[in-house]
């Protein structure tokens, strides 16, 4: 089995389905939130909830907000960072700690970067895979649109043409998303960088798969499971995460009018992927000003780090958790 049975844990406007693995003996004072990102789920951090366990840590990783066997409101934008470091630090407290350290991927990185500025109560560390530190001071869809055409990814990601086209055929969309570079990129950049063709690359979902570069990453266990979960679900609940990027803007703007953003004590390690188009590794060359305590550990990986090198990836975690909790 790839995940044990969830625990629901109601929160403000979700009923967050989350998988556990709990030490035989609690020998920590903090747990570890992991939060995926899209169109992932908790399954994408399958290979490290046990042995973050085994090391003694309480393991939570929900799937979030809006996917898999999770709940959201109606309310399309009600995915903004704001509900959902909410939803996290409602976890936390859930779980009986009062902090814990949040470790996220893709947009789950995210939620590891904000949750200690909206509830820093509540977060004693950081561990960011891929994701570099998003702040924004420009309307994100308007600066899309700008950079790289009308049909950037986030454009279309708006669109319910674009949800009925990722929901017409799950398994074709898993396979699309989830794939390895075998020497021509992938689906998410074949290219390797951020330019308008890369930028919208959705479209290419609706091209012959024969067309799409890589391999797909996923075992037939993973595949099975994905394609069982957004069959159930559909990509509606992740996509809100993208039609909520203007709240992200204006909650960032809310917090830091000045630009200016105080560096954080809890420490902080970022475990980059050497052949990450999307979030390249020189990307986070600026998170040093962010952090008092920062690491940051390269990966040859390329997007679906977790997926791609799931030793190499708890292998880091563990290491740093052993030091610093």
């Known amino acids: 089995m790839l995940l044990p049975e969830p625990r629901f844990v109601d929160t403000d406007g979700a009923r967050l389905a989350v998988y556990e693995a709990v030490p035989a003996e609690r020998t920590k004072d903090v747990c570890v939130v992991l939060c995926h990102g899209f169109p992932e789920l908790a399954a994408s951090w399958h290979h490290q909830l046990q042995p973050i366990a085994d090391a003694g840590f309480h393991v939570l990783a929900p799937d979030m907000r809006g996917y898999g066997r999770s709940t959201g409101p ?3 934008t ?37 949750t200690p500025y909206l509830h820093p109560d509540v977060v004693a560390g950081v561990i960011t895979l891929n994701t570099p530190f998003g702040y924004i001071r420009e309307d994100p869809l308007e600066k899309y649109e700008r950079l790289y055409g009308p049909d950037n990814y986030v454009a279309y990601f708006q669109t319910d043409e674009c949800e009925s086209l990722m929901d017409a055929d799950v398994a074709k969309t ?37 067309t799409w ?6 075992s037939e266990e993973e595949m099975a499971f994905y394609t069982q979960a957004y069959e ?9 995460w993208y039609r909520s990027i203007g709240n992200n803007w204006r909650v960032h703007n809310r917090l830091f009018p000045d630009g200016v953003i105080p560096r954080l004590s809890v420490p902080a390690l970022m475990i980059a992927a050497r052949h990450d188009p999307v979030c390249a590794p020189q990307l986070t060359d600026d998170l040093l000003q962010y952090f008092e305590t920062f690491e940051r550990r390269i990966l040859d990986t390329g997007h679906w780090t977790q997926l791609e090198d799931p030793e190499g990836t708890t292998a880091l975690i563990l290491e740093w958790l052993d030091r610093h909790f």
């Open 74 to 76: 109606a309310d399309r």
């Open 78 to 114: 009600a995915y903004s960072i704001a509900e959902n470091t909410a939803d996290v630090a409602a976890l936390i407290r859930d779980a009986g700690y009062e902090k814990a350290v949040v470790v996220g991927h893709d947009f789950g990185g995210m939620m590891s970067w904000w």
């Open 213 to 218: 570069p890589g391999e797909v990453v996923m």
């Open 174 to 210: 898993v396979r699309f998303f989830f794939r390895r570079d075998t020497g021509q990129g992938t689906n998410l950049s074949r290219t390797g960088r951020h330019d308008p063709e890369s930028m919208s690359y959705i479209h290419w979902l609706k091209d012959d798969e024969s």
């Open 232 to 240: 159930a679900s559909g990509y509606g609940g992740g996509l809100s």
